[in-house]
C-alpha cells in the first residue's frame, strides 16, 4: 500500500498526553510526530509502547517535550517534503530531534544521508523498523526515568564469566547440514541478532569493564545471511548485519575502552578476507578459531561442510602474509566414516604446512540423529582414537614449536589471575590465548618489586619460557 504521507494522529489509548506540572519535573516527556503508512504507524506503536513500558511520558505536541521523534515517511516527493518540514519544524519548535522512519534511510545527492543534509543538527537518524535504534538514541540524549524493579541489575545483564571478559552471541541456529552435527535440528536455521542489539550489548560490557570480548555463534562468518545483510543502525549511523561492517564497528567501540575482540567459529569464506586487515591494523585481535573439522576435500564433502570447496591451505598461507601475527586455533574429527589413511595424512600434513597455532581433535563418534551415522566405512573405535593421538601428536610439535617462536618477545597480557606481591603463581593470556580453551601465560614474580598484578588489567611481559601449551613469562 503505497504511502499517502498523511500526519497520523496517533492515538494514546491509556496514556496522558498532558503533563501536570510535578509530573514533568520528574518524567521525561518525548513529543511524538507519526508520518507515513500503516507500517511506519505501526513502527510508531512500537516505539511508543516501549517509551511507555520504561516510563516516559508522551505526547502528541512539541511543547513542553524534553525531546522529539518524527517517524517519517519517504515514499512520493510530497510524503518527502512534508517529512522535511516536520524535521524543520521540530527543530524550530524544541531543538532536540530523533528521526526515524523510511526517509531516515534515503541518501541524498551526495550519496549522504538526505536527513542529515537538509537538517544536520538532528541528534540521531535511523531507517524504518527500528525501535531499538529509536530507544539507544532516546536513552543516549534522554536518561531512562529510575525504575526500582529493574535499575539493580546492571546494564551489561548478570554475566556467569569473570568481570574483564564477556562472550557476546550475535546470532542463533545455523543453515549448514554438516553430516555429524545435530544442532540445526535442535536450534533451528540461522537468525541473526539486529546489529544495533549486538553493539549496544557490546558498549554495555565494556561500560561494564569487560576487556575482553568474545564474538560466538555457530557461524560468525554467515552473520547477516537470513536477513540479506539487511541495514540497521548504530549511534544515527547506518550499519549493515554483516561480519565486516560488525567487526569494524566492534573494533571503534572497544578502542577507547584499550578492550579486546576475540573472533570464534569463523568458516574460512572468502569474505573472511576482508577481515584480516582489521586484524594486521591491530582494530581486533588477529586471532581465528576457525572450525576446519578435516582438510581432505572428500571428508569434507561427506561432512557436508561450509566452504568445503575453498581452497583453506591457501587461504590460510595468504591471510599469514597479510597478518603475520595472525594465531588460528581450529578443532577436528580423526577417524570419520570412509577416512583413509591418505586422507588422514593429508589432515596430518595440512596442521603442519598451515601451522594450526592451537588443535583440538576428537575422535568421531556418532551422535543420535547425525546423518553421517549411515555412511558406509565405519572405522573401529580404536583406530578412530589411535588416529586421534596420532593427530594430537603432530599438533602438539606444531604448537610447542611456534610457542618457543616467542621466547624471547614482550607481550600484553590480560591478567585472569594475580599472586600477593612477589609470590608465584600468576596466569594471564596474550592475544593468542583464548579463556578456557587455549594456553595460558604463566607469570613468574614480576621483575620490578613495586609491580602489583591486578586481576583483570593488562600487563606487559617478556617471555622466557614455555611449558606445555603454556609461555612462561616475566612481567616488565
Ligand atoms: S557443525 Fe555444521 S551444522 Fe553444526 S552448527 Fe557447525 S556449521 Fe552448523
Known sequence: ???????????????????????SQVVPRVGFVSLGCPKALTDSELIL???????YQTSKTFEGADLVIVNTCGFID?????????????????????????????????GGNLVRQMHPSVLAVTGPHATQEVMDAVHANLPKPHDPFVDLVPPMGIKLTPKHYAYLKISEG?????????????????????????????????????????VISQDTSAYGVDVKYRMGFWDGKPVKTRMLELVRTL???????GAWVRLHYV???????????LMAEGRVLPYLDVPLQ????????????????????????????????LVIRSTFIAGFPGETEAEFEHLLDFIREAGIDRAGCFAYSPVEGATANALPGMLPEAEREARRARFMQVAEAVSTERLKRRIGAQMQVLVDSAP???????????????????????????EKISKQLRVGEFTRVRIVGTEGHDLVAVPI
Open 251 to 257: 573494533g571503534e567501540i572497544a578502542e577507547p575502552y
Open 174 to 214: 545455523c543453515n549448514h547440514r554438516c553430516t555429524f552435527c545435530i544442532i540445526p535440528s535442535m536450534r533451528g536455521d540461522l537468525v541473526s541478532r539486529p546489529v544495533g542489539d549486538v553493539l549496544k550489548e557490546a558498549r554495555a560490557l565494556f561500560e561494564g569493564g569487560v576487556k575482553e570480548l568474545l
Open 267 to 277: 568458516y574460512p569464506y572468502p569474505s573472511v578476507d576482508e577481515v584480516i586487515p
Open 420 to 446: 600477593a606481591l612477589g609470590r608465584k603463581g600468576g596466569v594471564g593470556r596474550s592475544y593468542a590465548d583464548a579463556p578456557e580453551i587455549d594456553g595460558v601465560v604463566r607469570l613468574l614474580p614480576p
Open 78 to 110: 510530497d510524503a518527502v517534503r512534508e517529512s522535511l518540514d516536520t524535521i524543520g519544524e521540530a527543530l524550530a519548535e524544541n531543538g532536540r530531534v530523533i528521526v526515524t522512519g523510511c526517509l531516515g534511510a534515503k541518501s541524498g545527492e551526495d
Open 49 to 55: 509502547t516501549q517509551l511507555s513500558a520504561e516510563g
Open 294 to 325: 578435516h582438510s581432505h576435500p572428500d571428508v569434507l564433502r561427506r561432512m557436508k561442510r561450509p566452504a568445503s570447496g575453498e581452497k583453506n591451505l591457501e587461504r590460510i598461507l595468504r591471510w599469514r602474509e597479510q597478518c603475520p601475527e
Open 1 to 23: 500500500m503505497p504511502c499517502t504521507g498523511a500526519r497520523r494522529n496517533w492515538d494514546n489509548r491509556g496514556m496522558s498526553d498532558v503533563a501536570t506540572p510535578e509530573r
